[in-house]
C-alpha cells in the first residue's frame, strides 16, 4: 500500500467520531440504568411486588404483561428481574433468570433447550444439554433435574409469548410445582405480549395459572418521549444536536403511539445521517429523512427471514395498495397482481389458496393485517380482506432491498 493511503486510513482510525460519543446508549438492545428509565415508576413497583416472594426463596407470581411495541415491557422486565437477582444474592437465595425471545424460539423443544442451557452449570450438575438428539421429554427431564439441583429460584422472561407455535411449555412451565415435576425450585414465568387477543388461544388452566397477575403498559406521551431521548442525549458530543431535533422525534414517535424504540431509532438514524453527511451537527432535515428510514428498517428486519412466494405475496399488496384510495383488498385481487409479480421474478406460481396461507402467516408475524367478512357481489361468502400496517412506499423499499425484487421489477 502506498504511503498516501496509509496515512489517509491512519487518519481515519485516528480520528474521533465527530457525532457520537457514546452510540451504544442508542442501540436497543442497551439497558439503561434505573436514572434513564423514564414514566415507569408504577410499572416497576408493580412487577417488583409480584415477583417479591422470589427474593427470599419464595415462588413469584407468574405474570403477564400487555402492552404495544416501544413501550418498555422488555426493558422493565429485565431491568426488575436483574434488580431481584442481586438482592436474591445478598440473602443467600440462588435466583437465577432466562430471557426468551419467542420470535427465534418458536417450538417447545426450542424453548426447553434454550432455558435447559440457560440454567445449567454442566461442572456442577454433571448434566449436558445437547443443542439436538433427544426426545422433547428428555430435555424436561434434565432442565427439572438442573433446577432442582441448582437454584431456588428462577425467573422466566417470555418475550413476544404470542410468536410461540406450541402453548404446552406455557403448560408445563406455569405448572411445574404442582404437577411435581420440581420438588424445591421454584418456577415464576413473566410473559410479554403485544397482542391482548394472545389470552383467546390459551387453554383455561393455563391462563388461569399464568396470569397471577396481568398489567398494561401504556402508550408514552410526546413529553415522556422527550425525556426519555434527553436522558440519552450524552449518546452524542455536546452541541451536536440541534435544538429542534429531541422535540420532533418525539413528534414523530408519538404520531402513531407512543412508542421509544421508534424515537429511538430516529435520533440514532438522524445522528447517522449526519454523519454520512459529513455534518458535525444534526438538524431537522436528518430527523425527517431518519424517520422513513427508521421503518424501512424496522420493516426489513420484520422481513428478512421471510420466503421469496411471500414477500412476493407482500409486495403484490403493497403494489394495489398504492394505486388505491381502498384500505383492504380481498384475496383475488392481491392473486391477479401477485401473478404478474411471481411471473416477472420467474419464480413458480402459488395457488391462490396457497397465496392467501403466506398472507395468512404474515398477518400473525404482524407484517400485514387481515380481516375477515362477507366479500362484495351476489352469493359471496365469509373472505379475507388484507390491508398493510405501514406506508406502501416503506413496504415496497424494504422489499425491494431484497436484490431478486429490484431489477427484475
Ligand atoms: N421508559 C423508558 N425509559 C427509557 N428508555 C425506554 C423506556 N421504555 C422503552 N425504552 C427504550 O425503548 C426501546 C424499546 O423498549 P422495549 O424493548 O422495552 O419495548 P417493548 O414494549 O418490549 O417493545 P416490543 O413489544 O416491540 O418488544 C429500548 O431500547 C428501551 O431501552
Redesign the pocket.
Known amino acids: 500500500m502506498s504511503d498516501e493511503k496509509q496515512s489517509s486510513l491512519t487518519a481515519i482510525w485516528e480520528s474521533d467520531d465527530p457525532v457520537f460519543a457514546d452510540k451504544e446508549l442508542l442501540?436497543?438492545?442497551?439497558?439503561?440504568n434505573e436514572e434513564?428509565?423514564?414514566?415507569?415508576e408504577d410499572e416497576i413497583s408493580n412487577l417488583a411486588n409480584s415477583i417479591h416472594p422470589a427474593i427470599r426463596g419464595g415462588k413469584p407470581r407468574n405474570t403477564l404483561i400487555y402492552?404495544?411495541?416501544?413501550?418498555?415491557?422488555?426493558?422493565?422486565?429485565?431491568h426488575v428481574t436483574q434488580s431481584a437477582e442481586n438482592f436474591a444474592h445478598e440473602q443467600d437465595t440462588s435466583l437465577d433468570r432466562a430471557y426468551i425471545d419467542c420470535t427465534q424460539a418458536t417450538t417447545e423443544t426450542q424453548v426447553v433447550i434454550k432455558l435447559a442451557r440457560t440454567f445449567n452449570r454442566p461442572d456442577e450438575t454433571d448434566i449436558s444439554v445437547p443443542l439436538s438428539g433427544l426426545s422433547t421429554n428428555a430435555y424436561y427431564d434434565r432442565l427439572w433435574q438442573i433446577l432442582d439441583t441448582l437454584h431456588d429460584v428462577v425467573i422466566i422472561i417470555l418475550?413476544?409469548v404470542d410468536k410461540l407455535q406450541e402453548n404446552n411449555v406455557l403448560m408445563q412451565l406455569s405448572r411445574a410445582g404442582e404437577a411435581g415435576k420440581i420438588d424445591s425450585c421454584k418456577v415464576g414465568i413473566l410473559a410479554?405480549?403485544?397482542k391482548i387477543s394472545f389470552k383467546d388461544s390459551l387453554d383455561e388452566r393455563v391462563l388461569s395459572s399464568l396470569q397471577e397477575r396481568e398489567f398494561i403498559?401504556p402508550p408514552?406521551d410526546a413529553n415522556?418521549l422527550r425525556?426519555?431521548m434527553r436522558?440519552?442525549q450524552d449518546a452524542f458530543h455536546e452541541g451536536v444536536l440541534t435544538d429542534d431535533v429531541i422535540p420532533l422525534a418525539a413528534a414523530f414517535a408519538a404520531q402513531e403511539h407512543g412508542?421509544?424504540?421508534k424515537?429511538?431509532d430516529i435520533l440514532r438514524n438522524a445522528g447517522e445521517l449526519a454523519k454520512d453527511d459529513g455534518s458535525d451537527v444534526v438538524r431537522e432535515e436528518h430527523v425527517r429523512n431518519a424517520r422513513e428510514k427508521a421503518d424501512i428498517d424496522r420493516f426489513s428486519k420484520l422481513l428478512q427471514d421471510q420466503p421469496t412466494q411471500s414477500k412476493a405475496a407482500v409486495y403484490a399488496l403493497s403494489l394495489i395498495a398504492d394505486e388505491s384510495k381502498q384500505e383492504e383488498f380481498p384475496t383475488r385481487e392481491i392473486y391477479e397482481q401477485y401473478e404478474q409479480i411471481a411471473e416477472s421474478l420467474d419464480i413458480d406460481t402459488l395457488s391462490q389458496r396457497r397465496m392467501s396461507d403466506r398472507l395468512n402467516e404474515q398477518a400473525f408475524l404482524d407484517i400485514l393485517g387481515v380481516t375477515d367478512r362477507v366479500g362484495r357481489g351476489r352469493g359471496k361468502g365469509m373472505t379475507n380482506f388484507y390491508y398493510l400496517l405501514e406506508e406502501p412506499e416503506v413496504v415496497q423499499s424494504a422489499i425491494e432491498s431484497d436484490q431478486r425484487f429490484s431489477p427484475a421489477l
Open positions: 442501540d436497543i438492545e442497551h439497558i439503561p434513564r428509565i423514564i414514566g415507569r402492552g404495544k411495541t416501544g413501550t418498555g415491557k422488555s426493558l422493565v422486565a429485565k418475550d413476544e410479554i405480549s403485544n403498559f408514552y415522556q425525556e426519555i436522558h440519552r412508542d421509544a424504540r424515537a429511538l
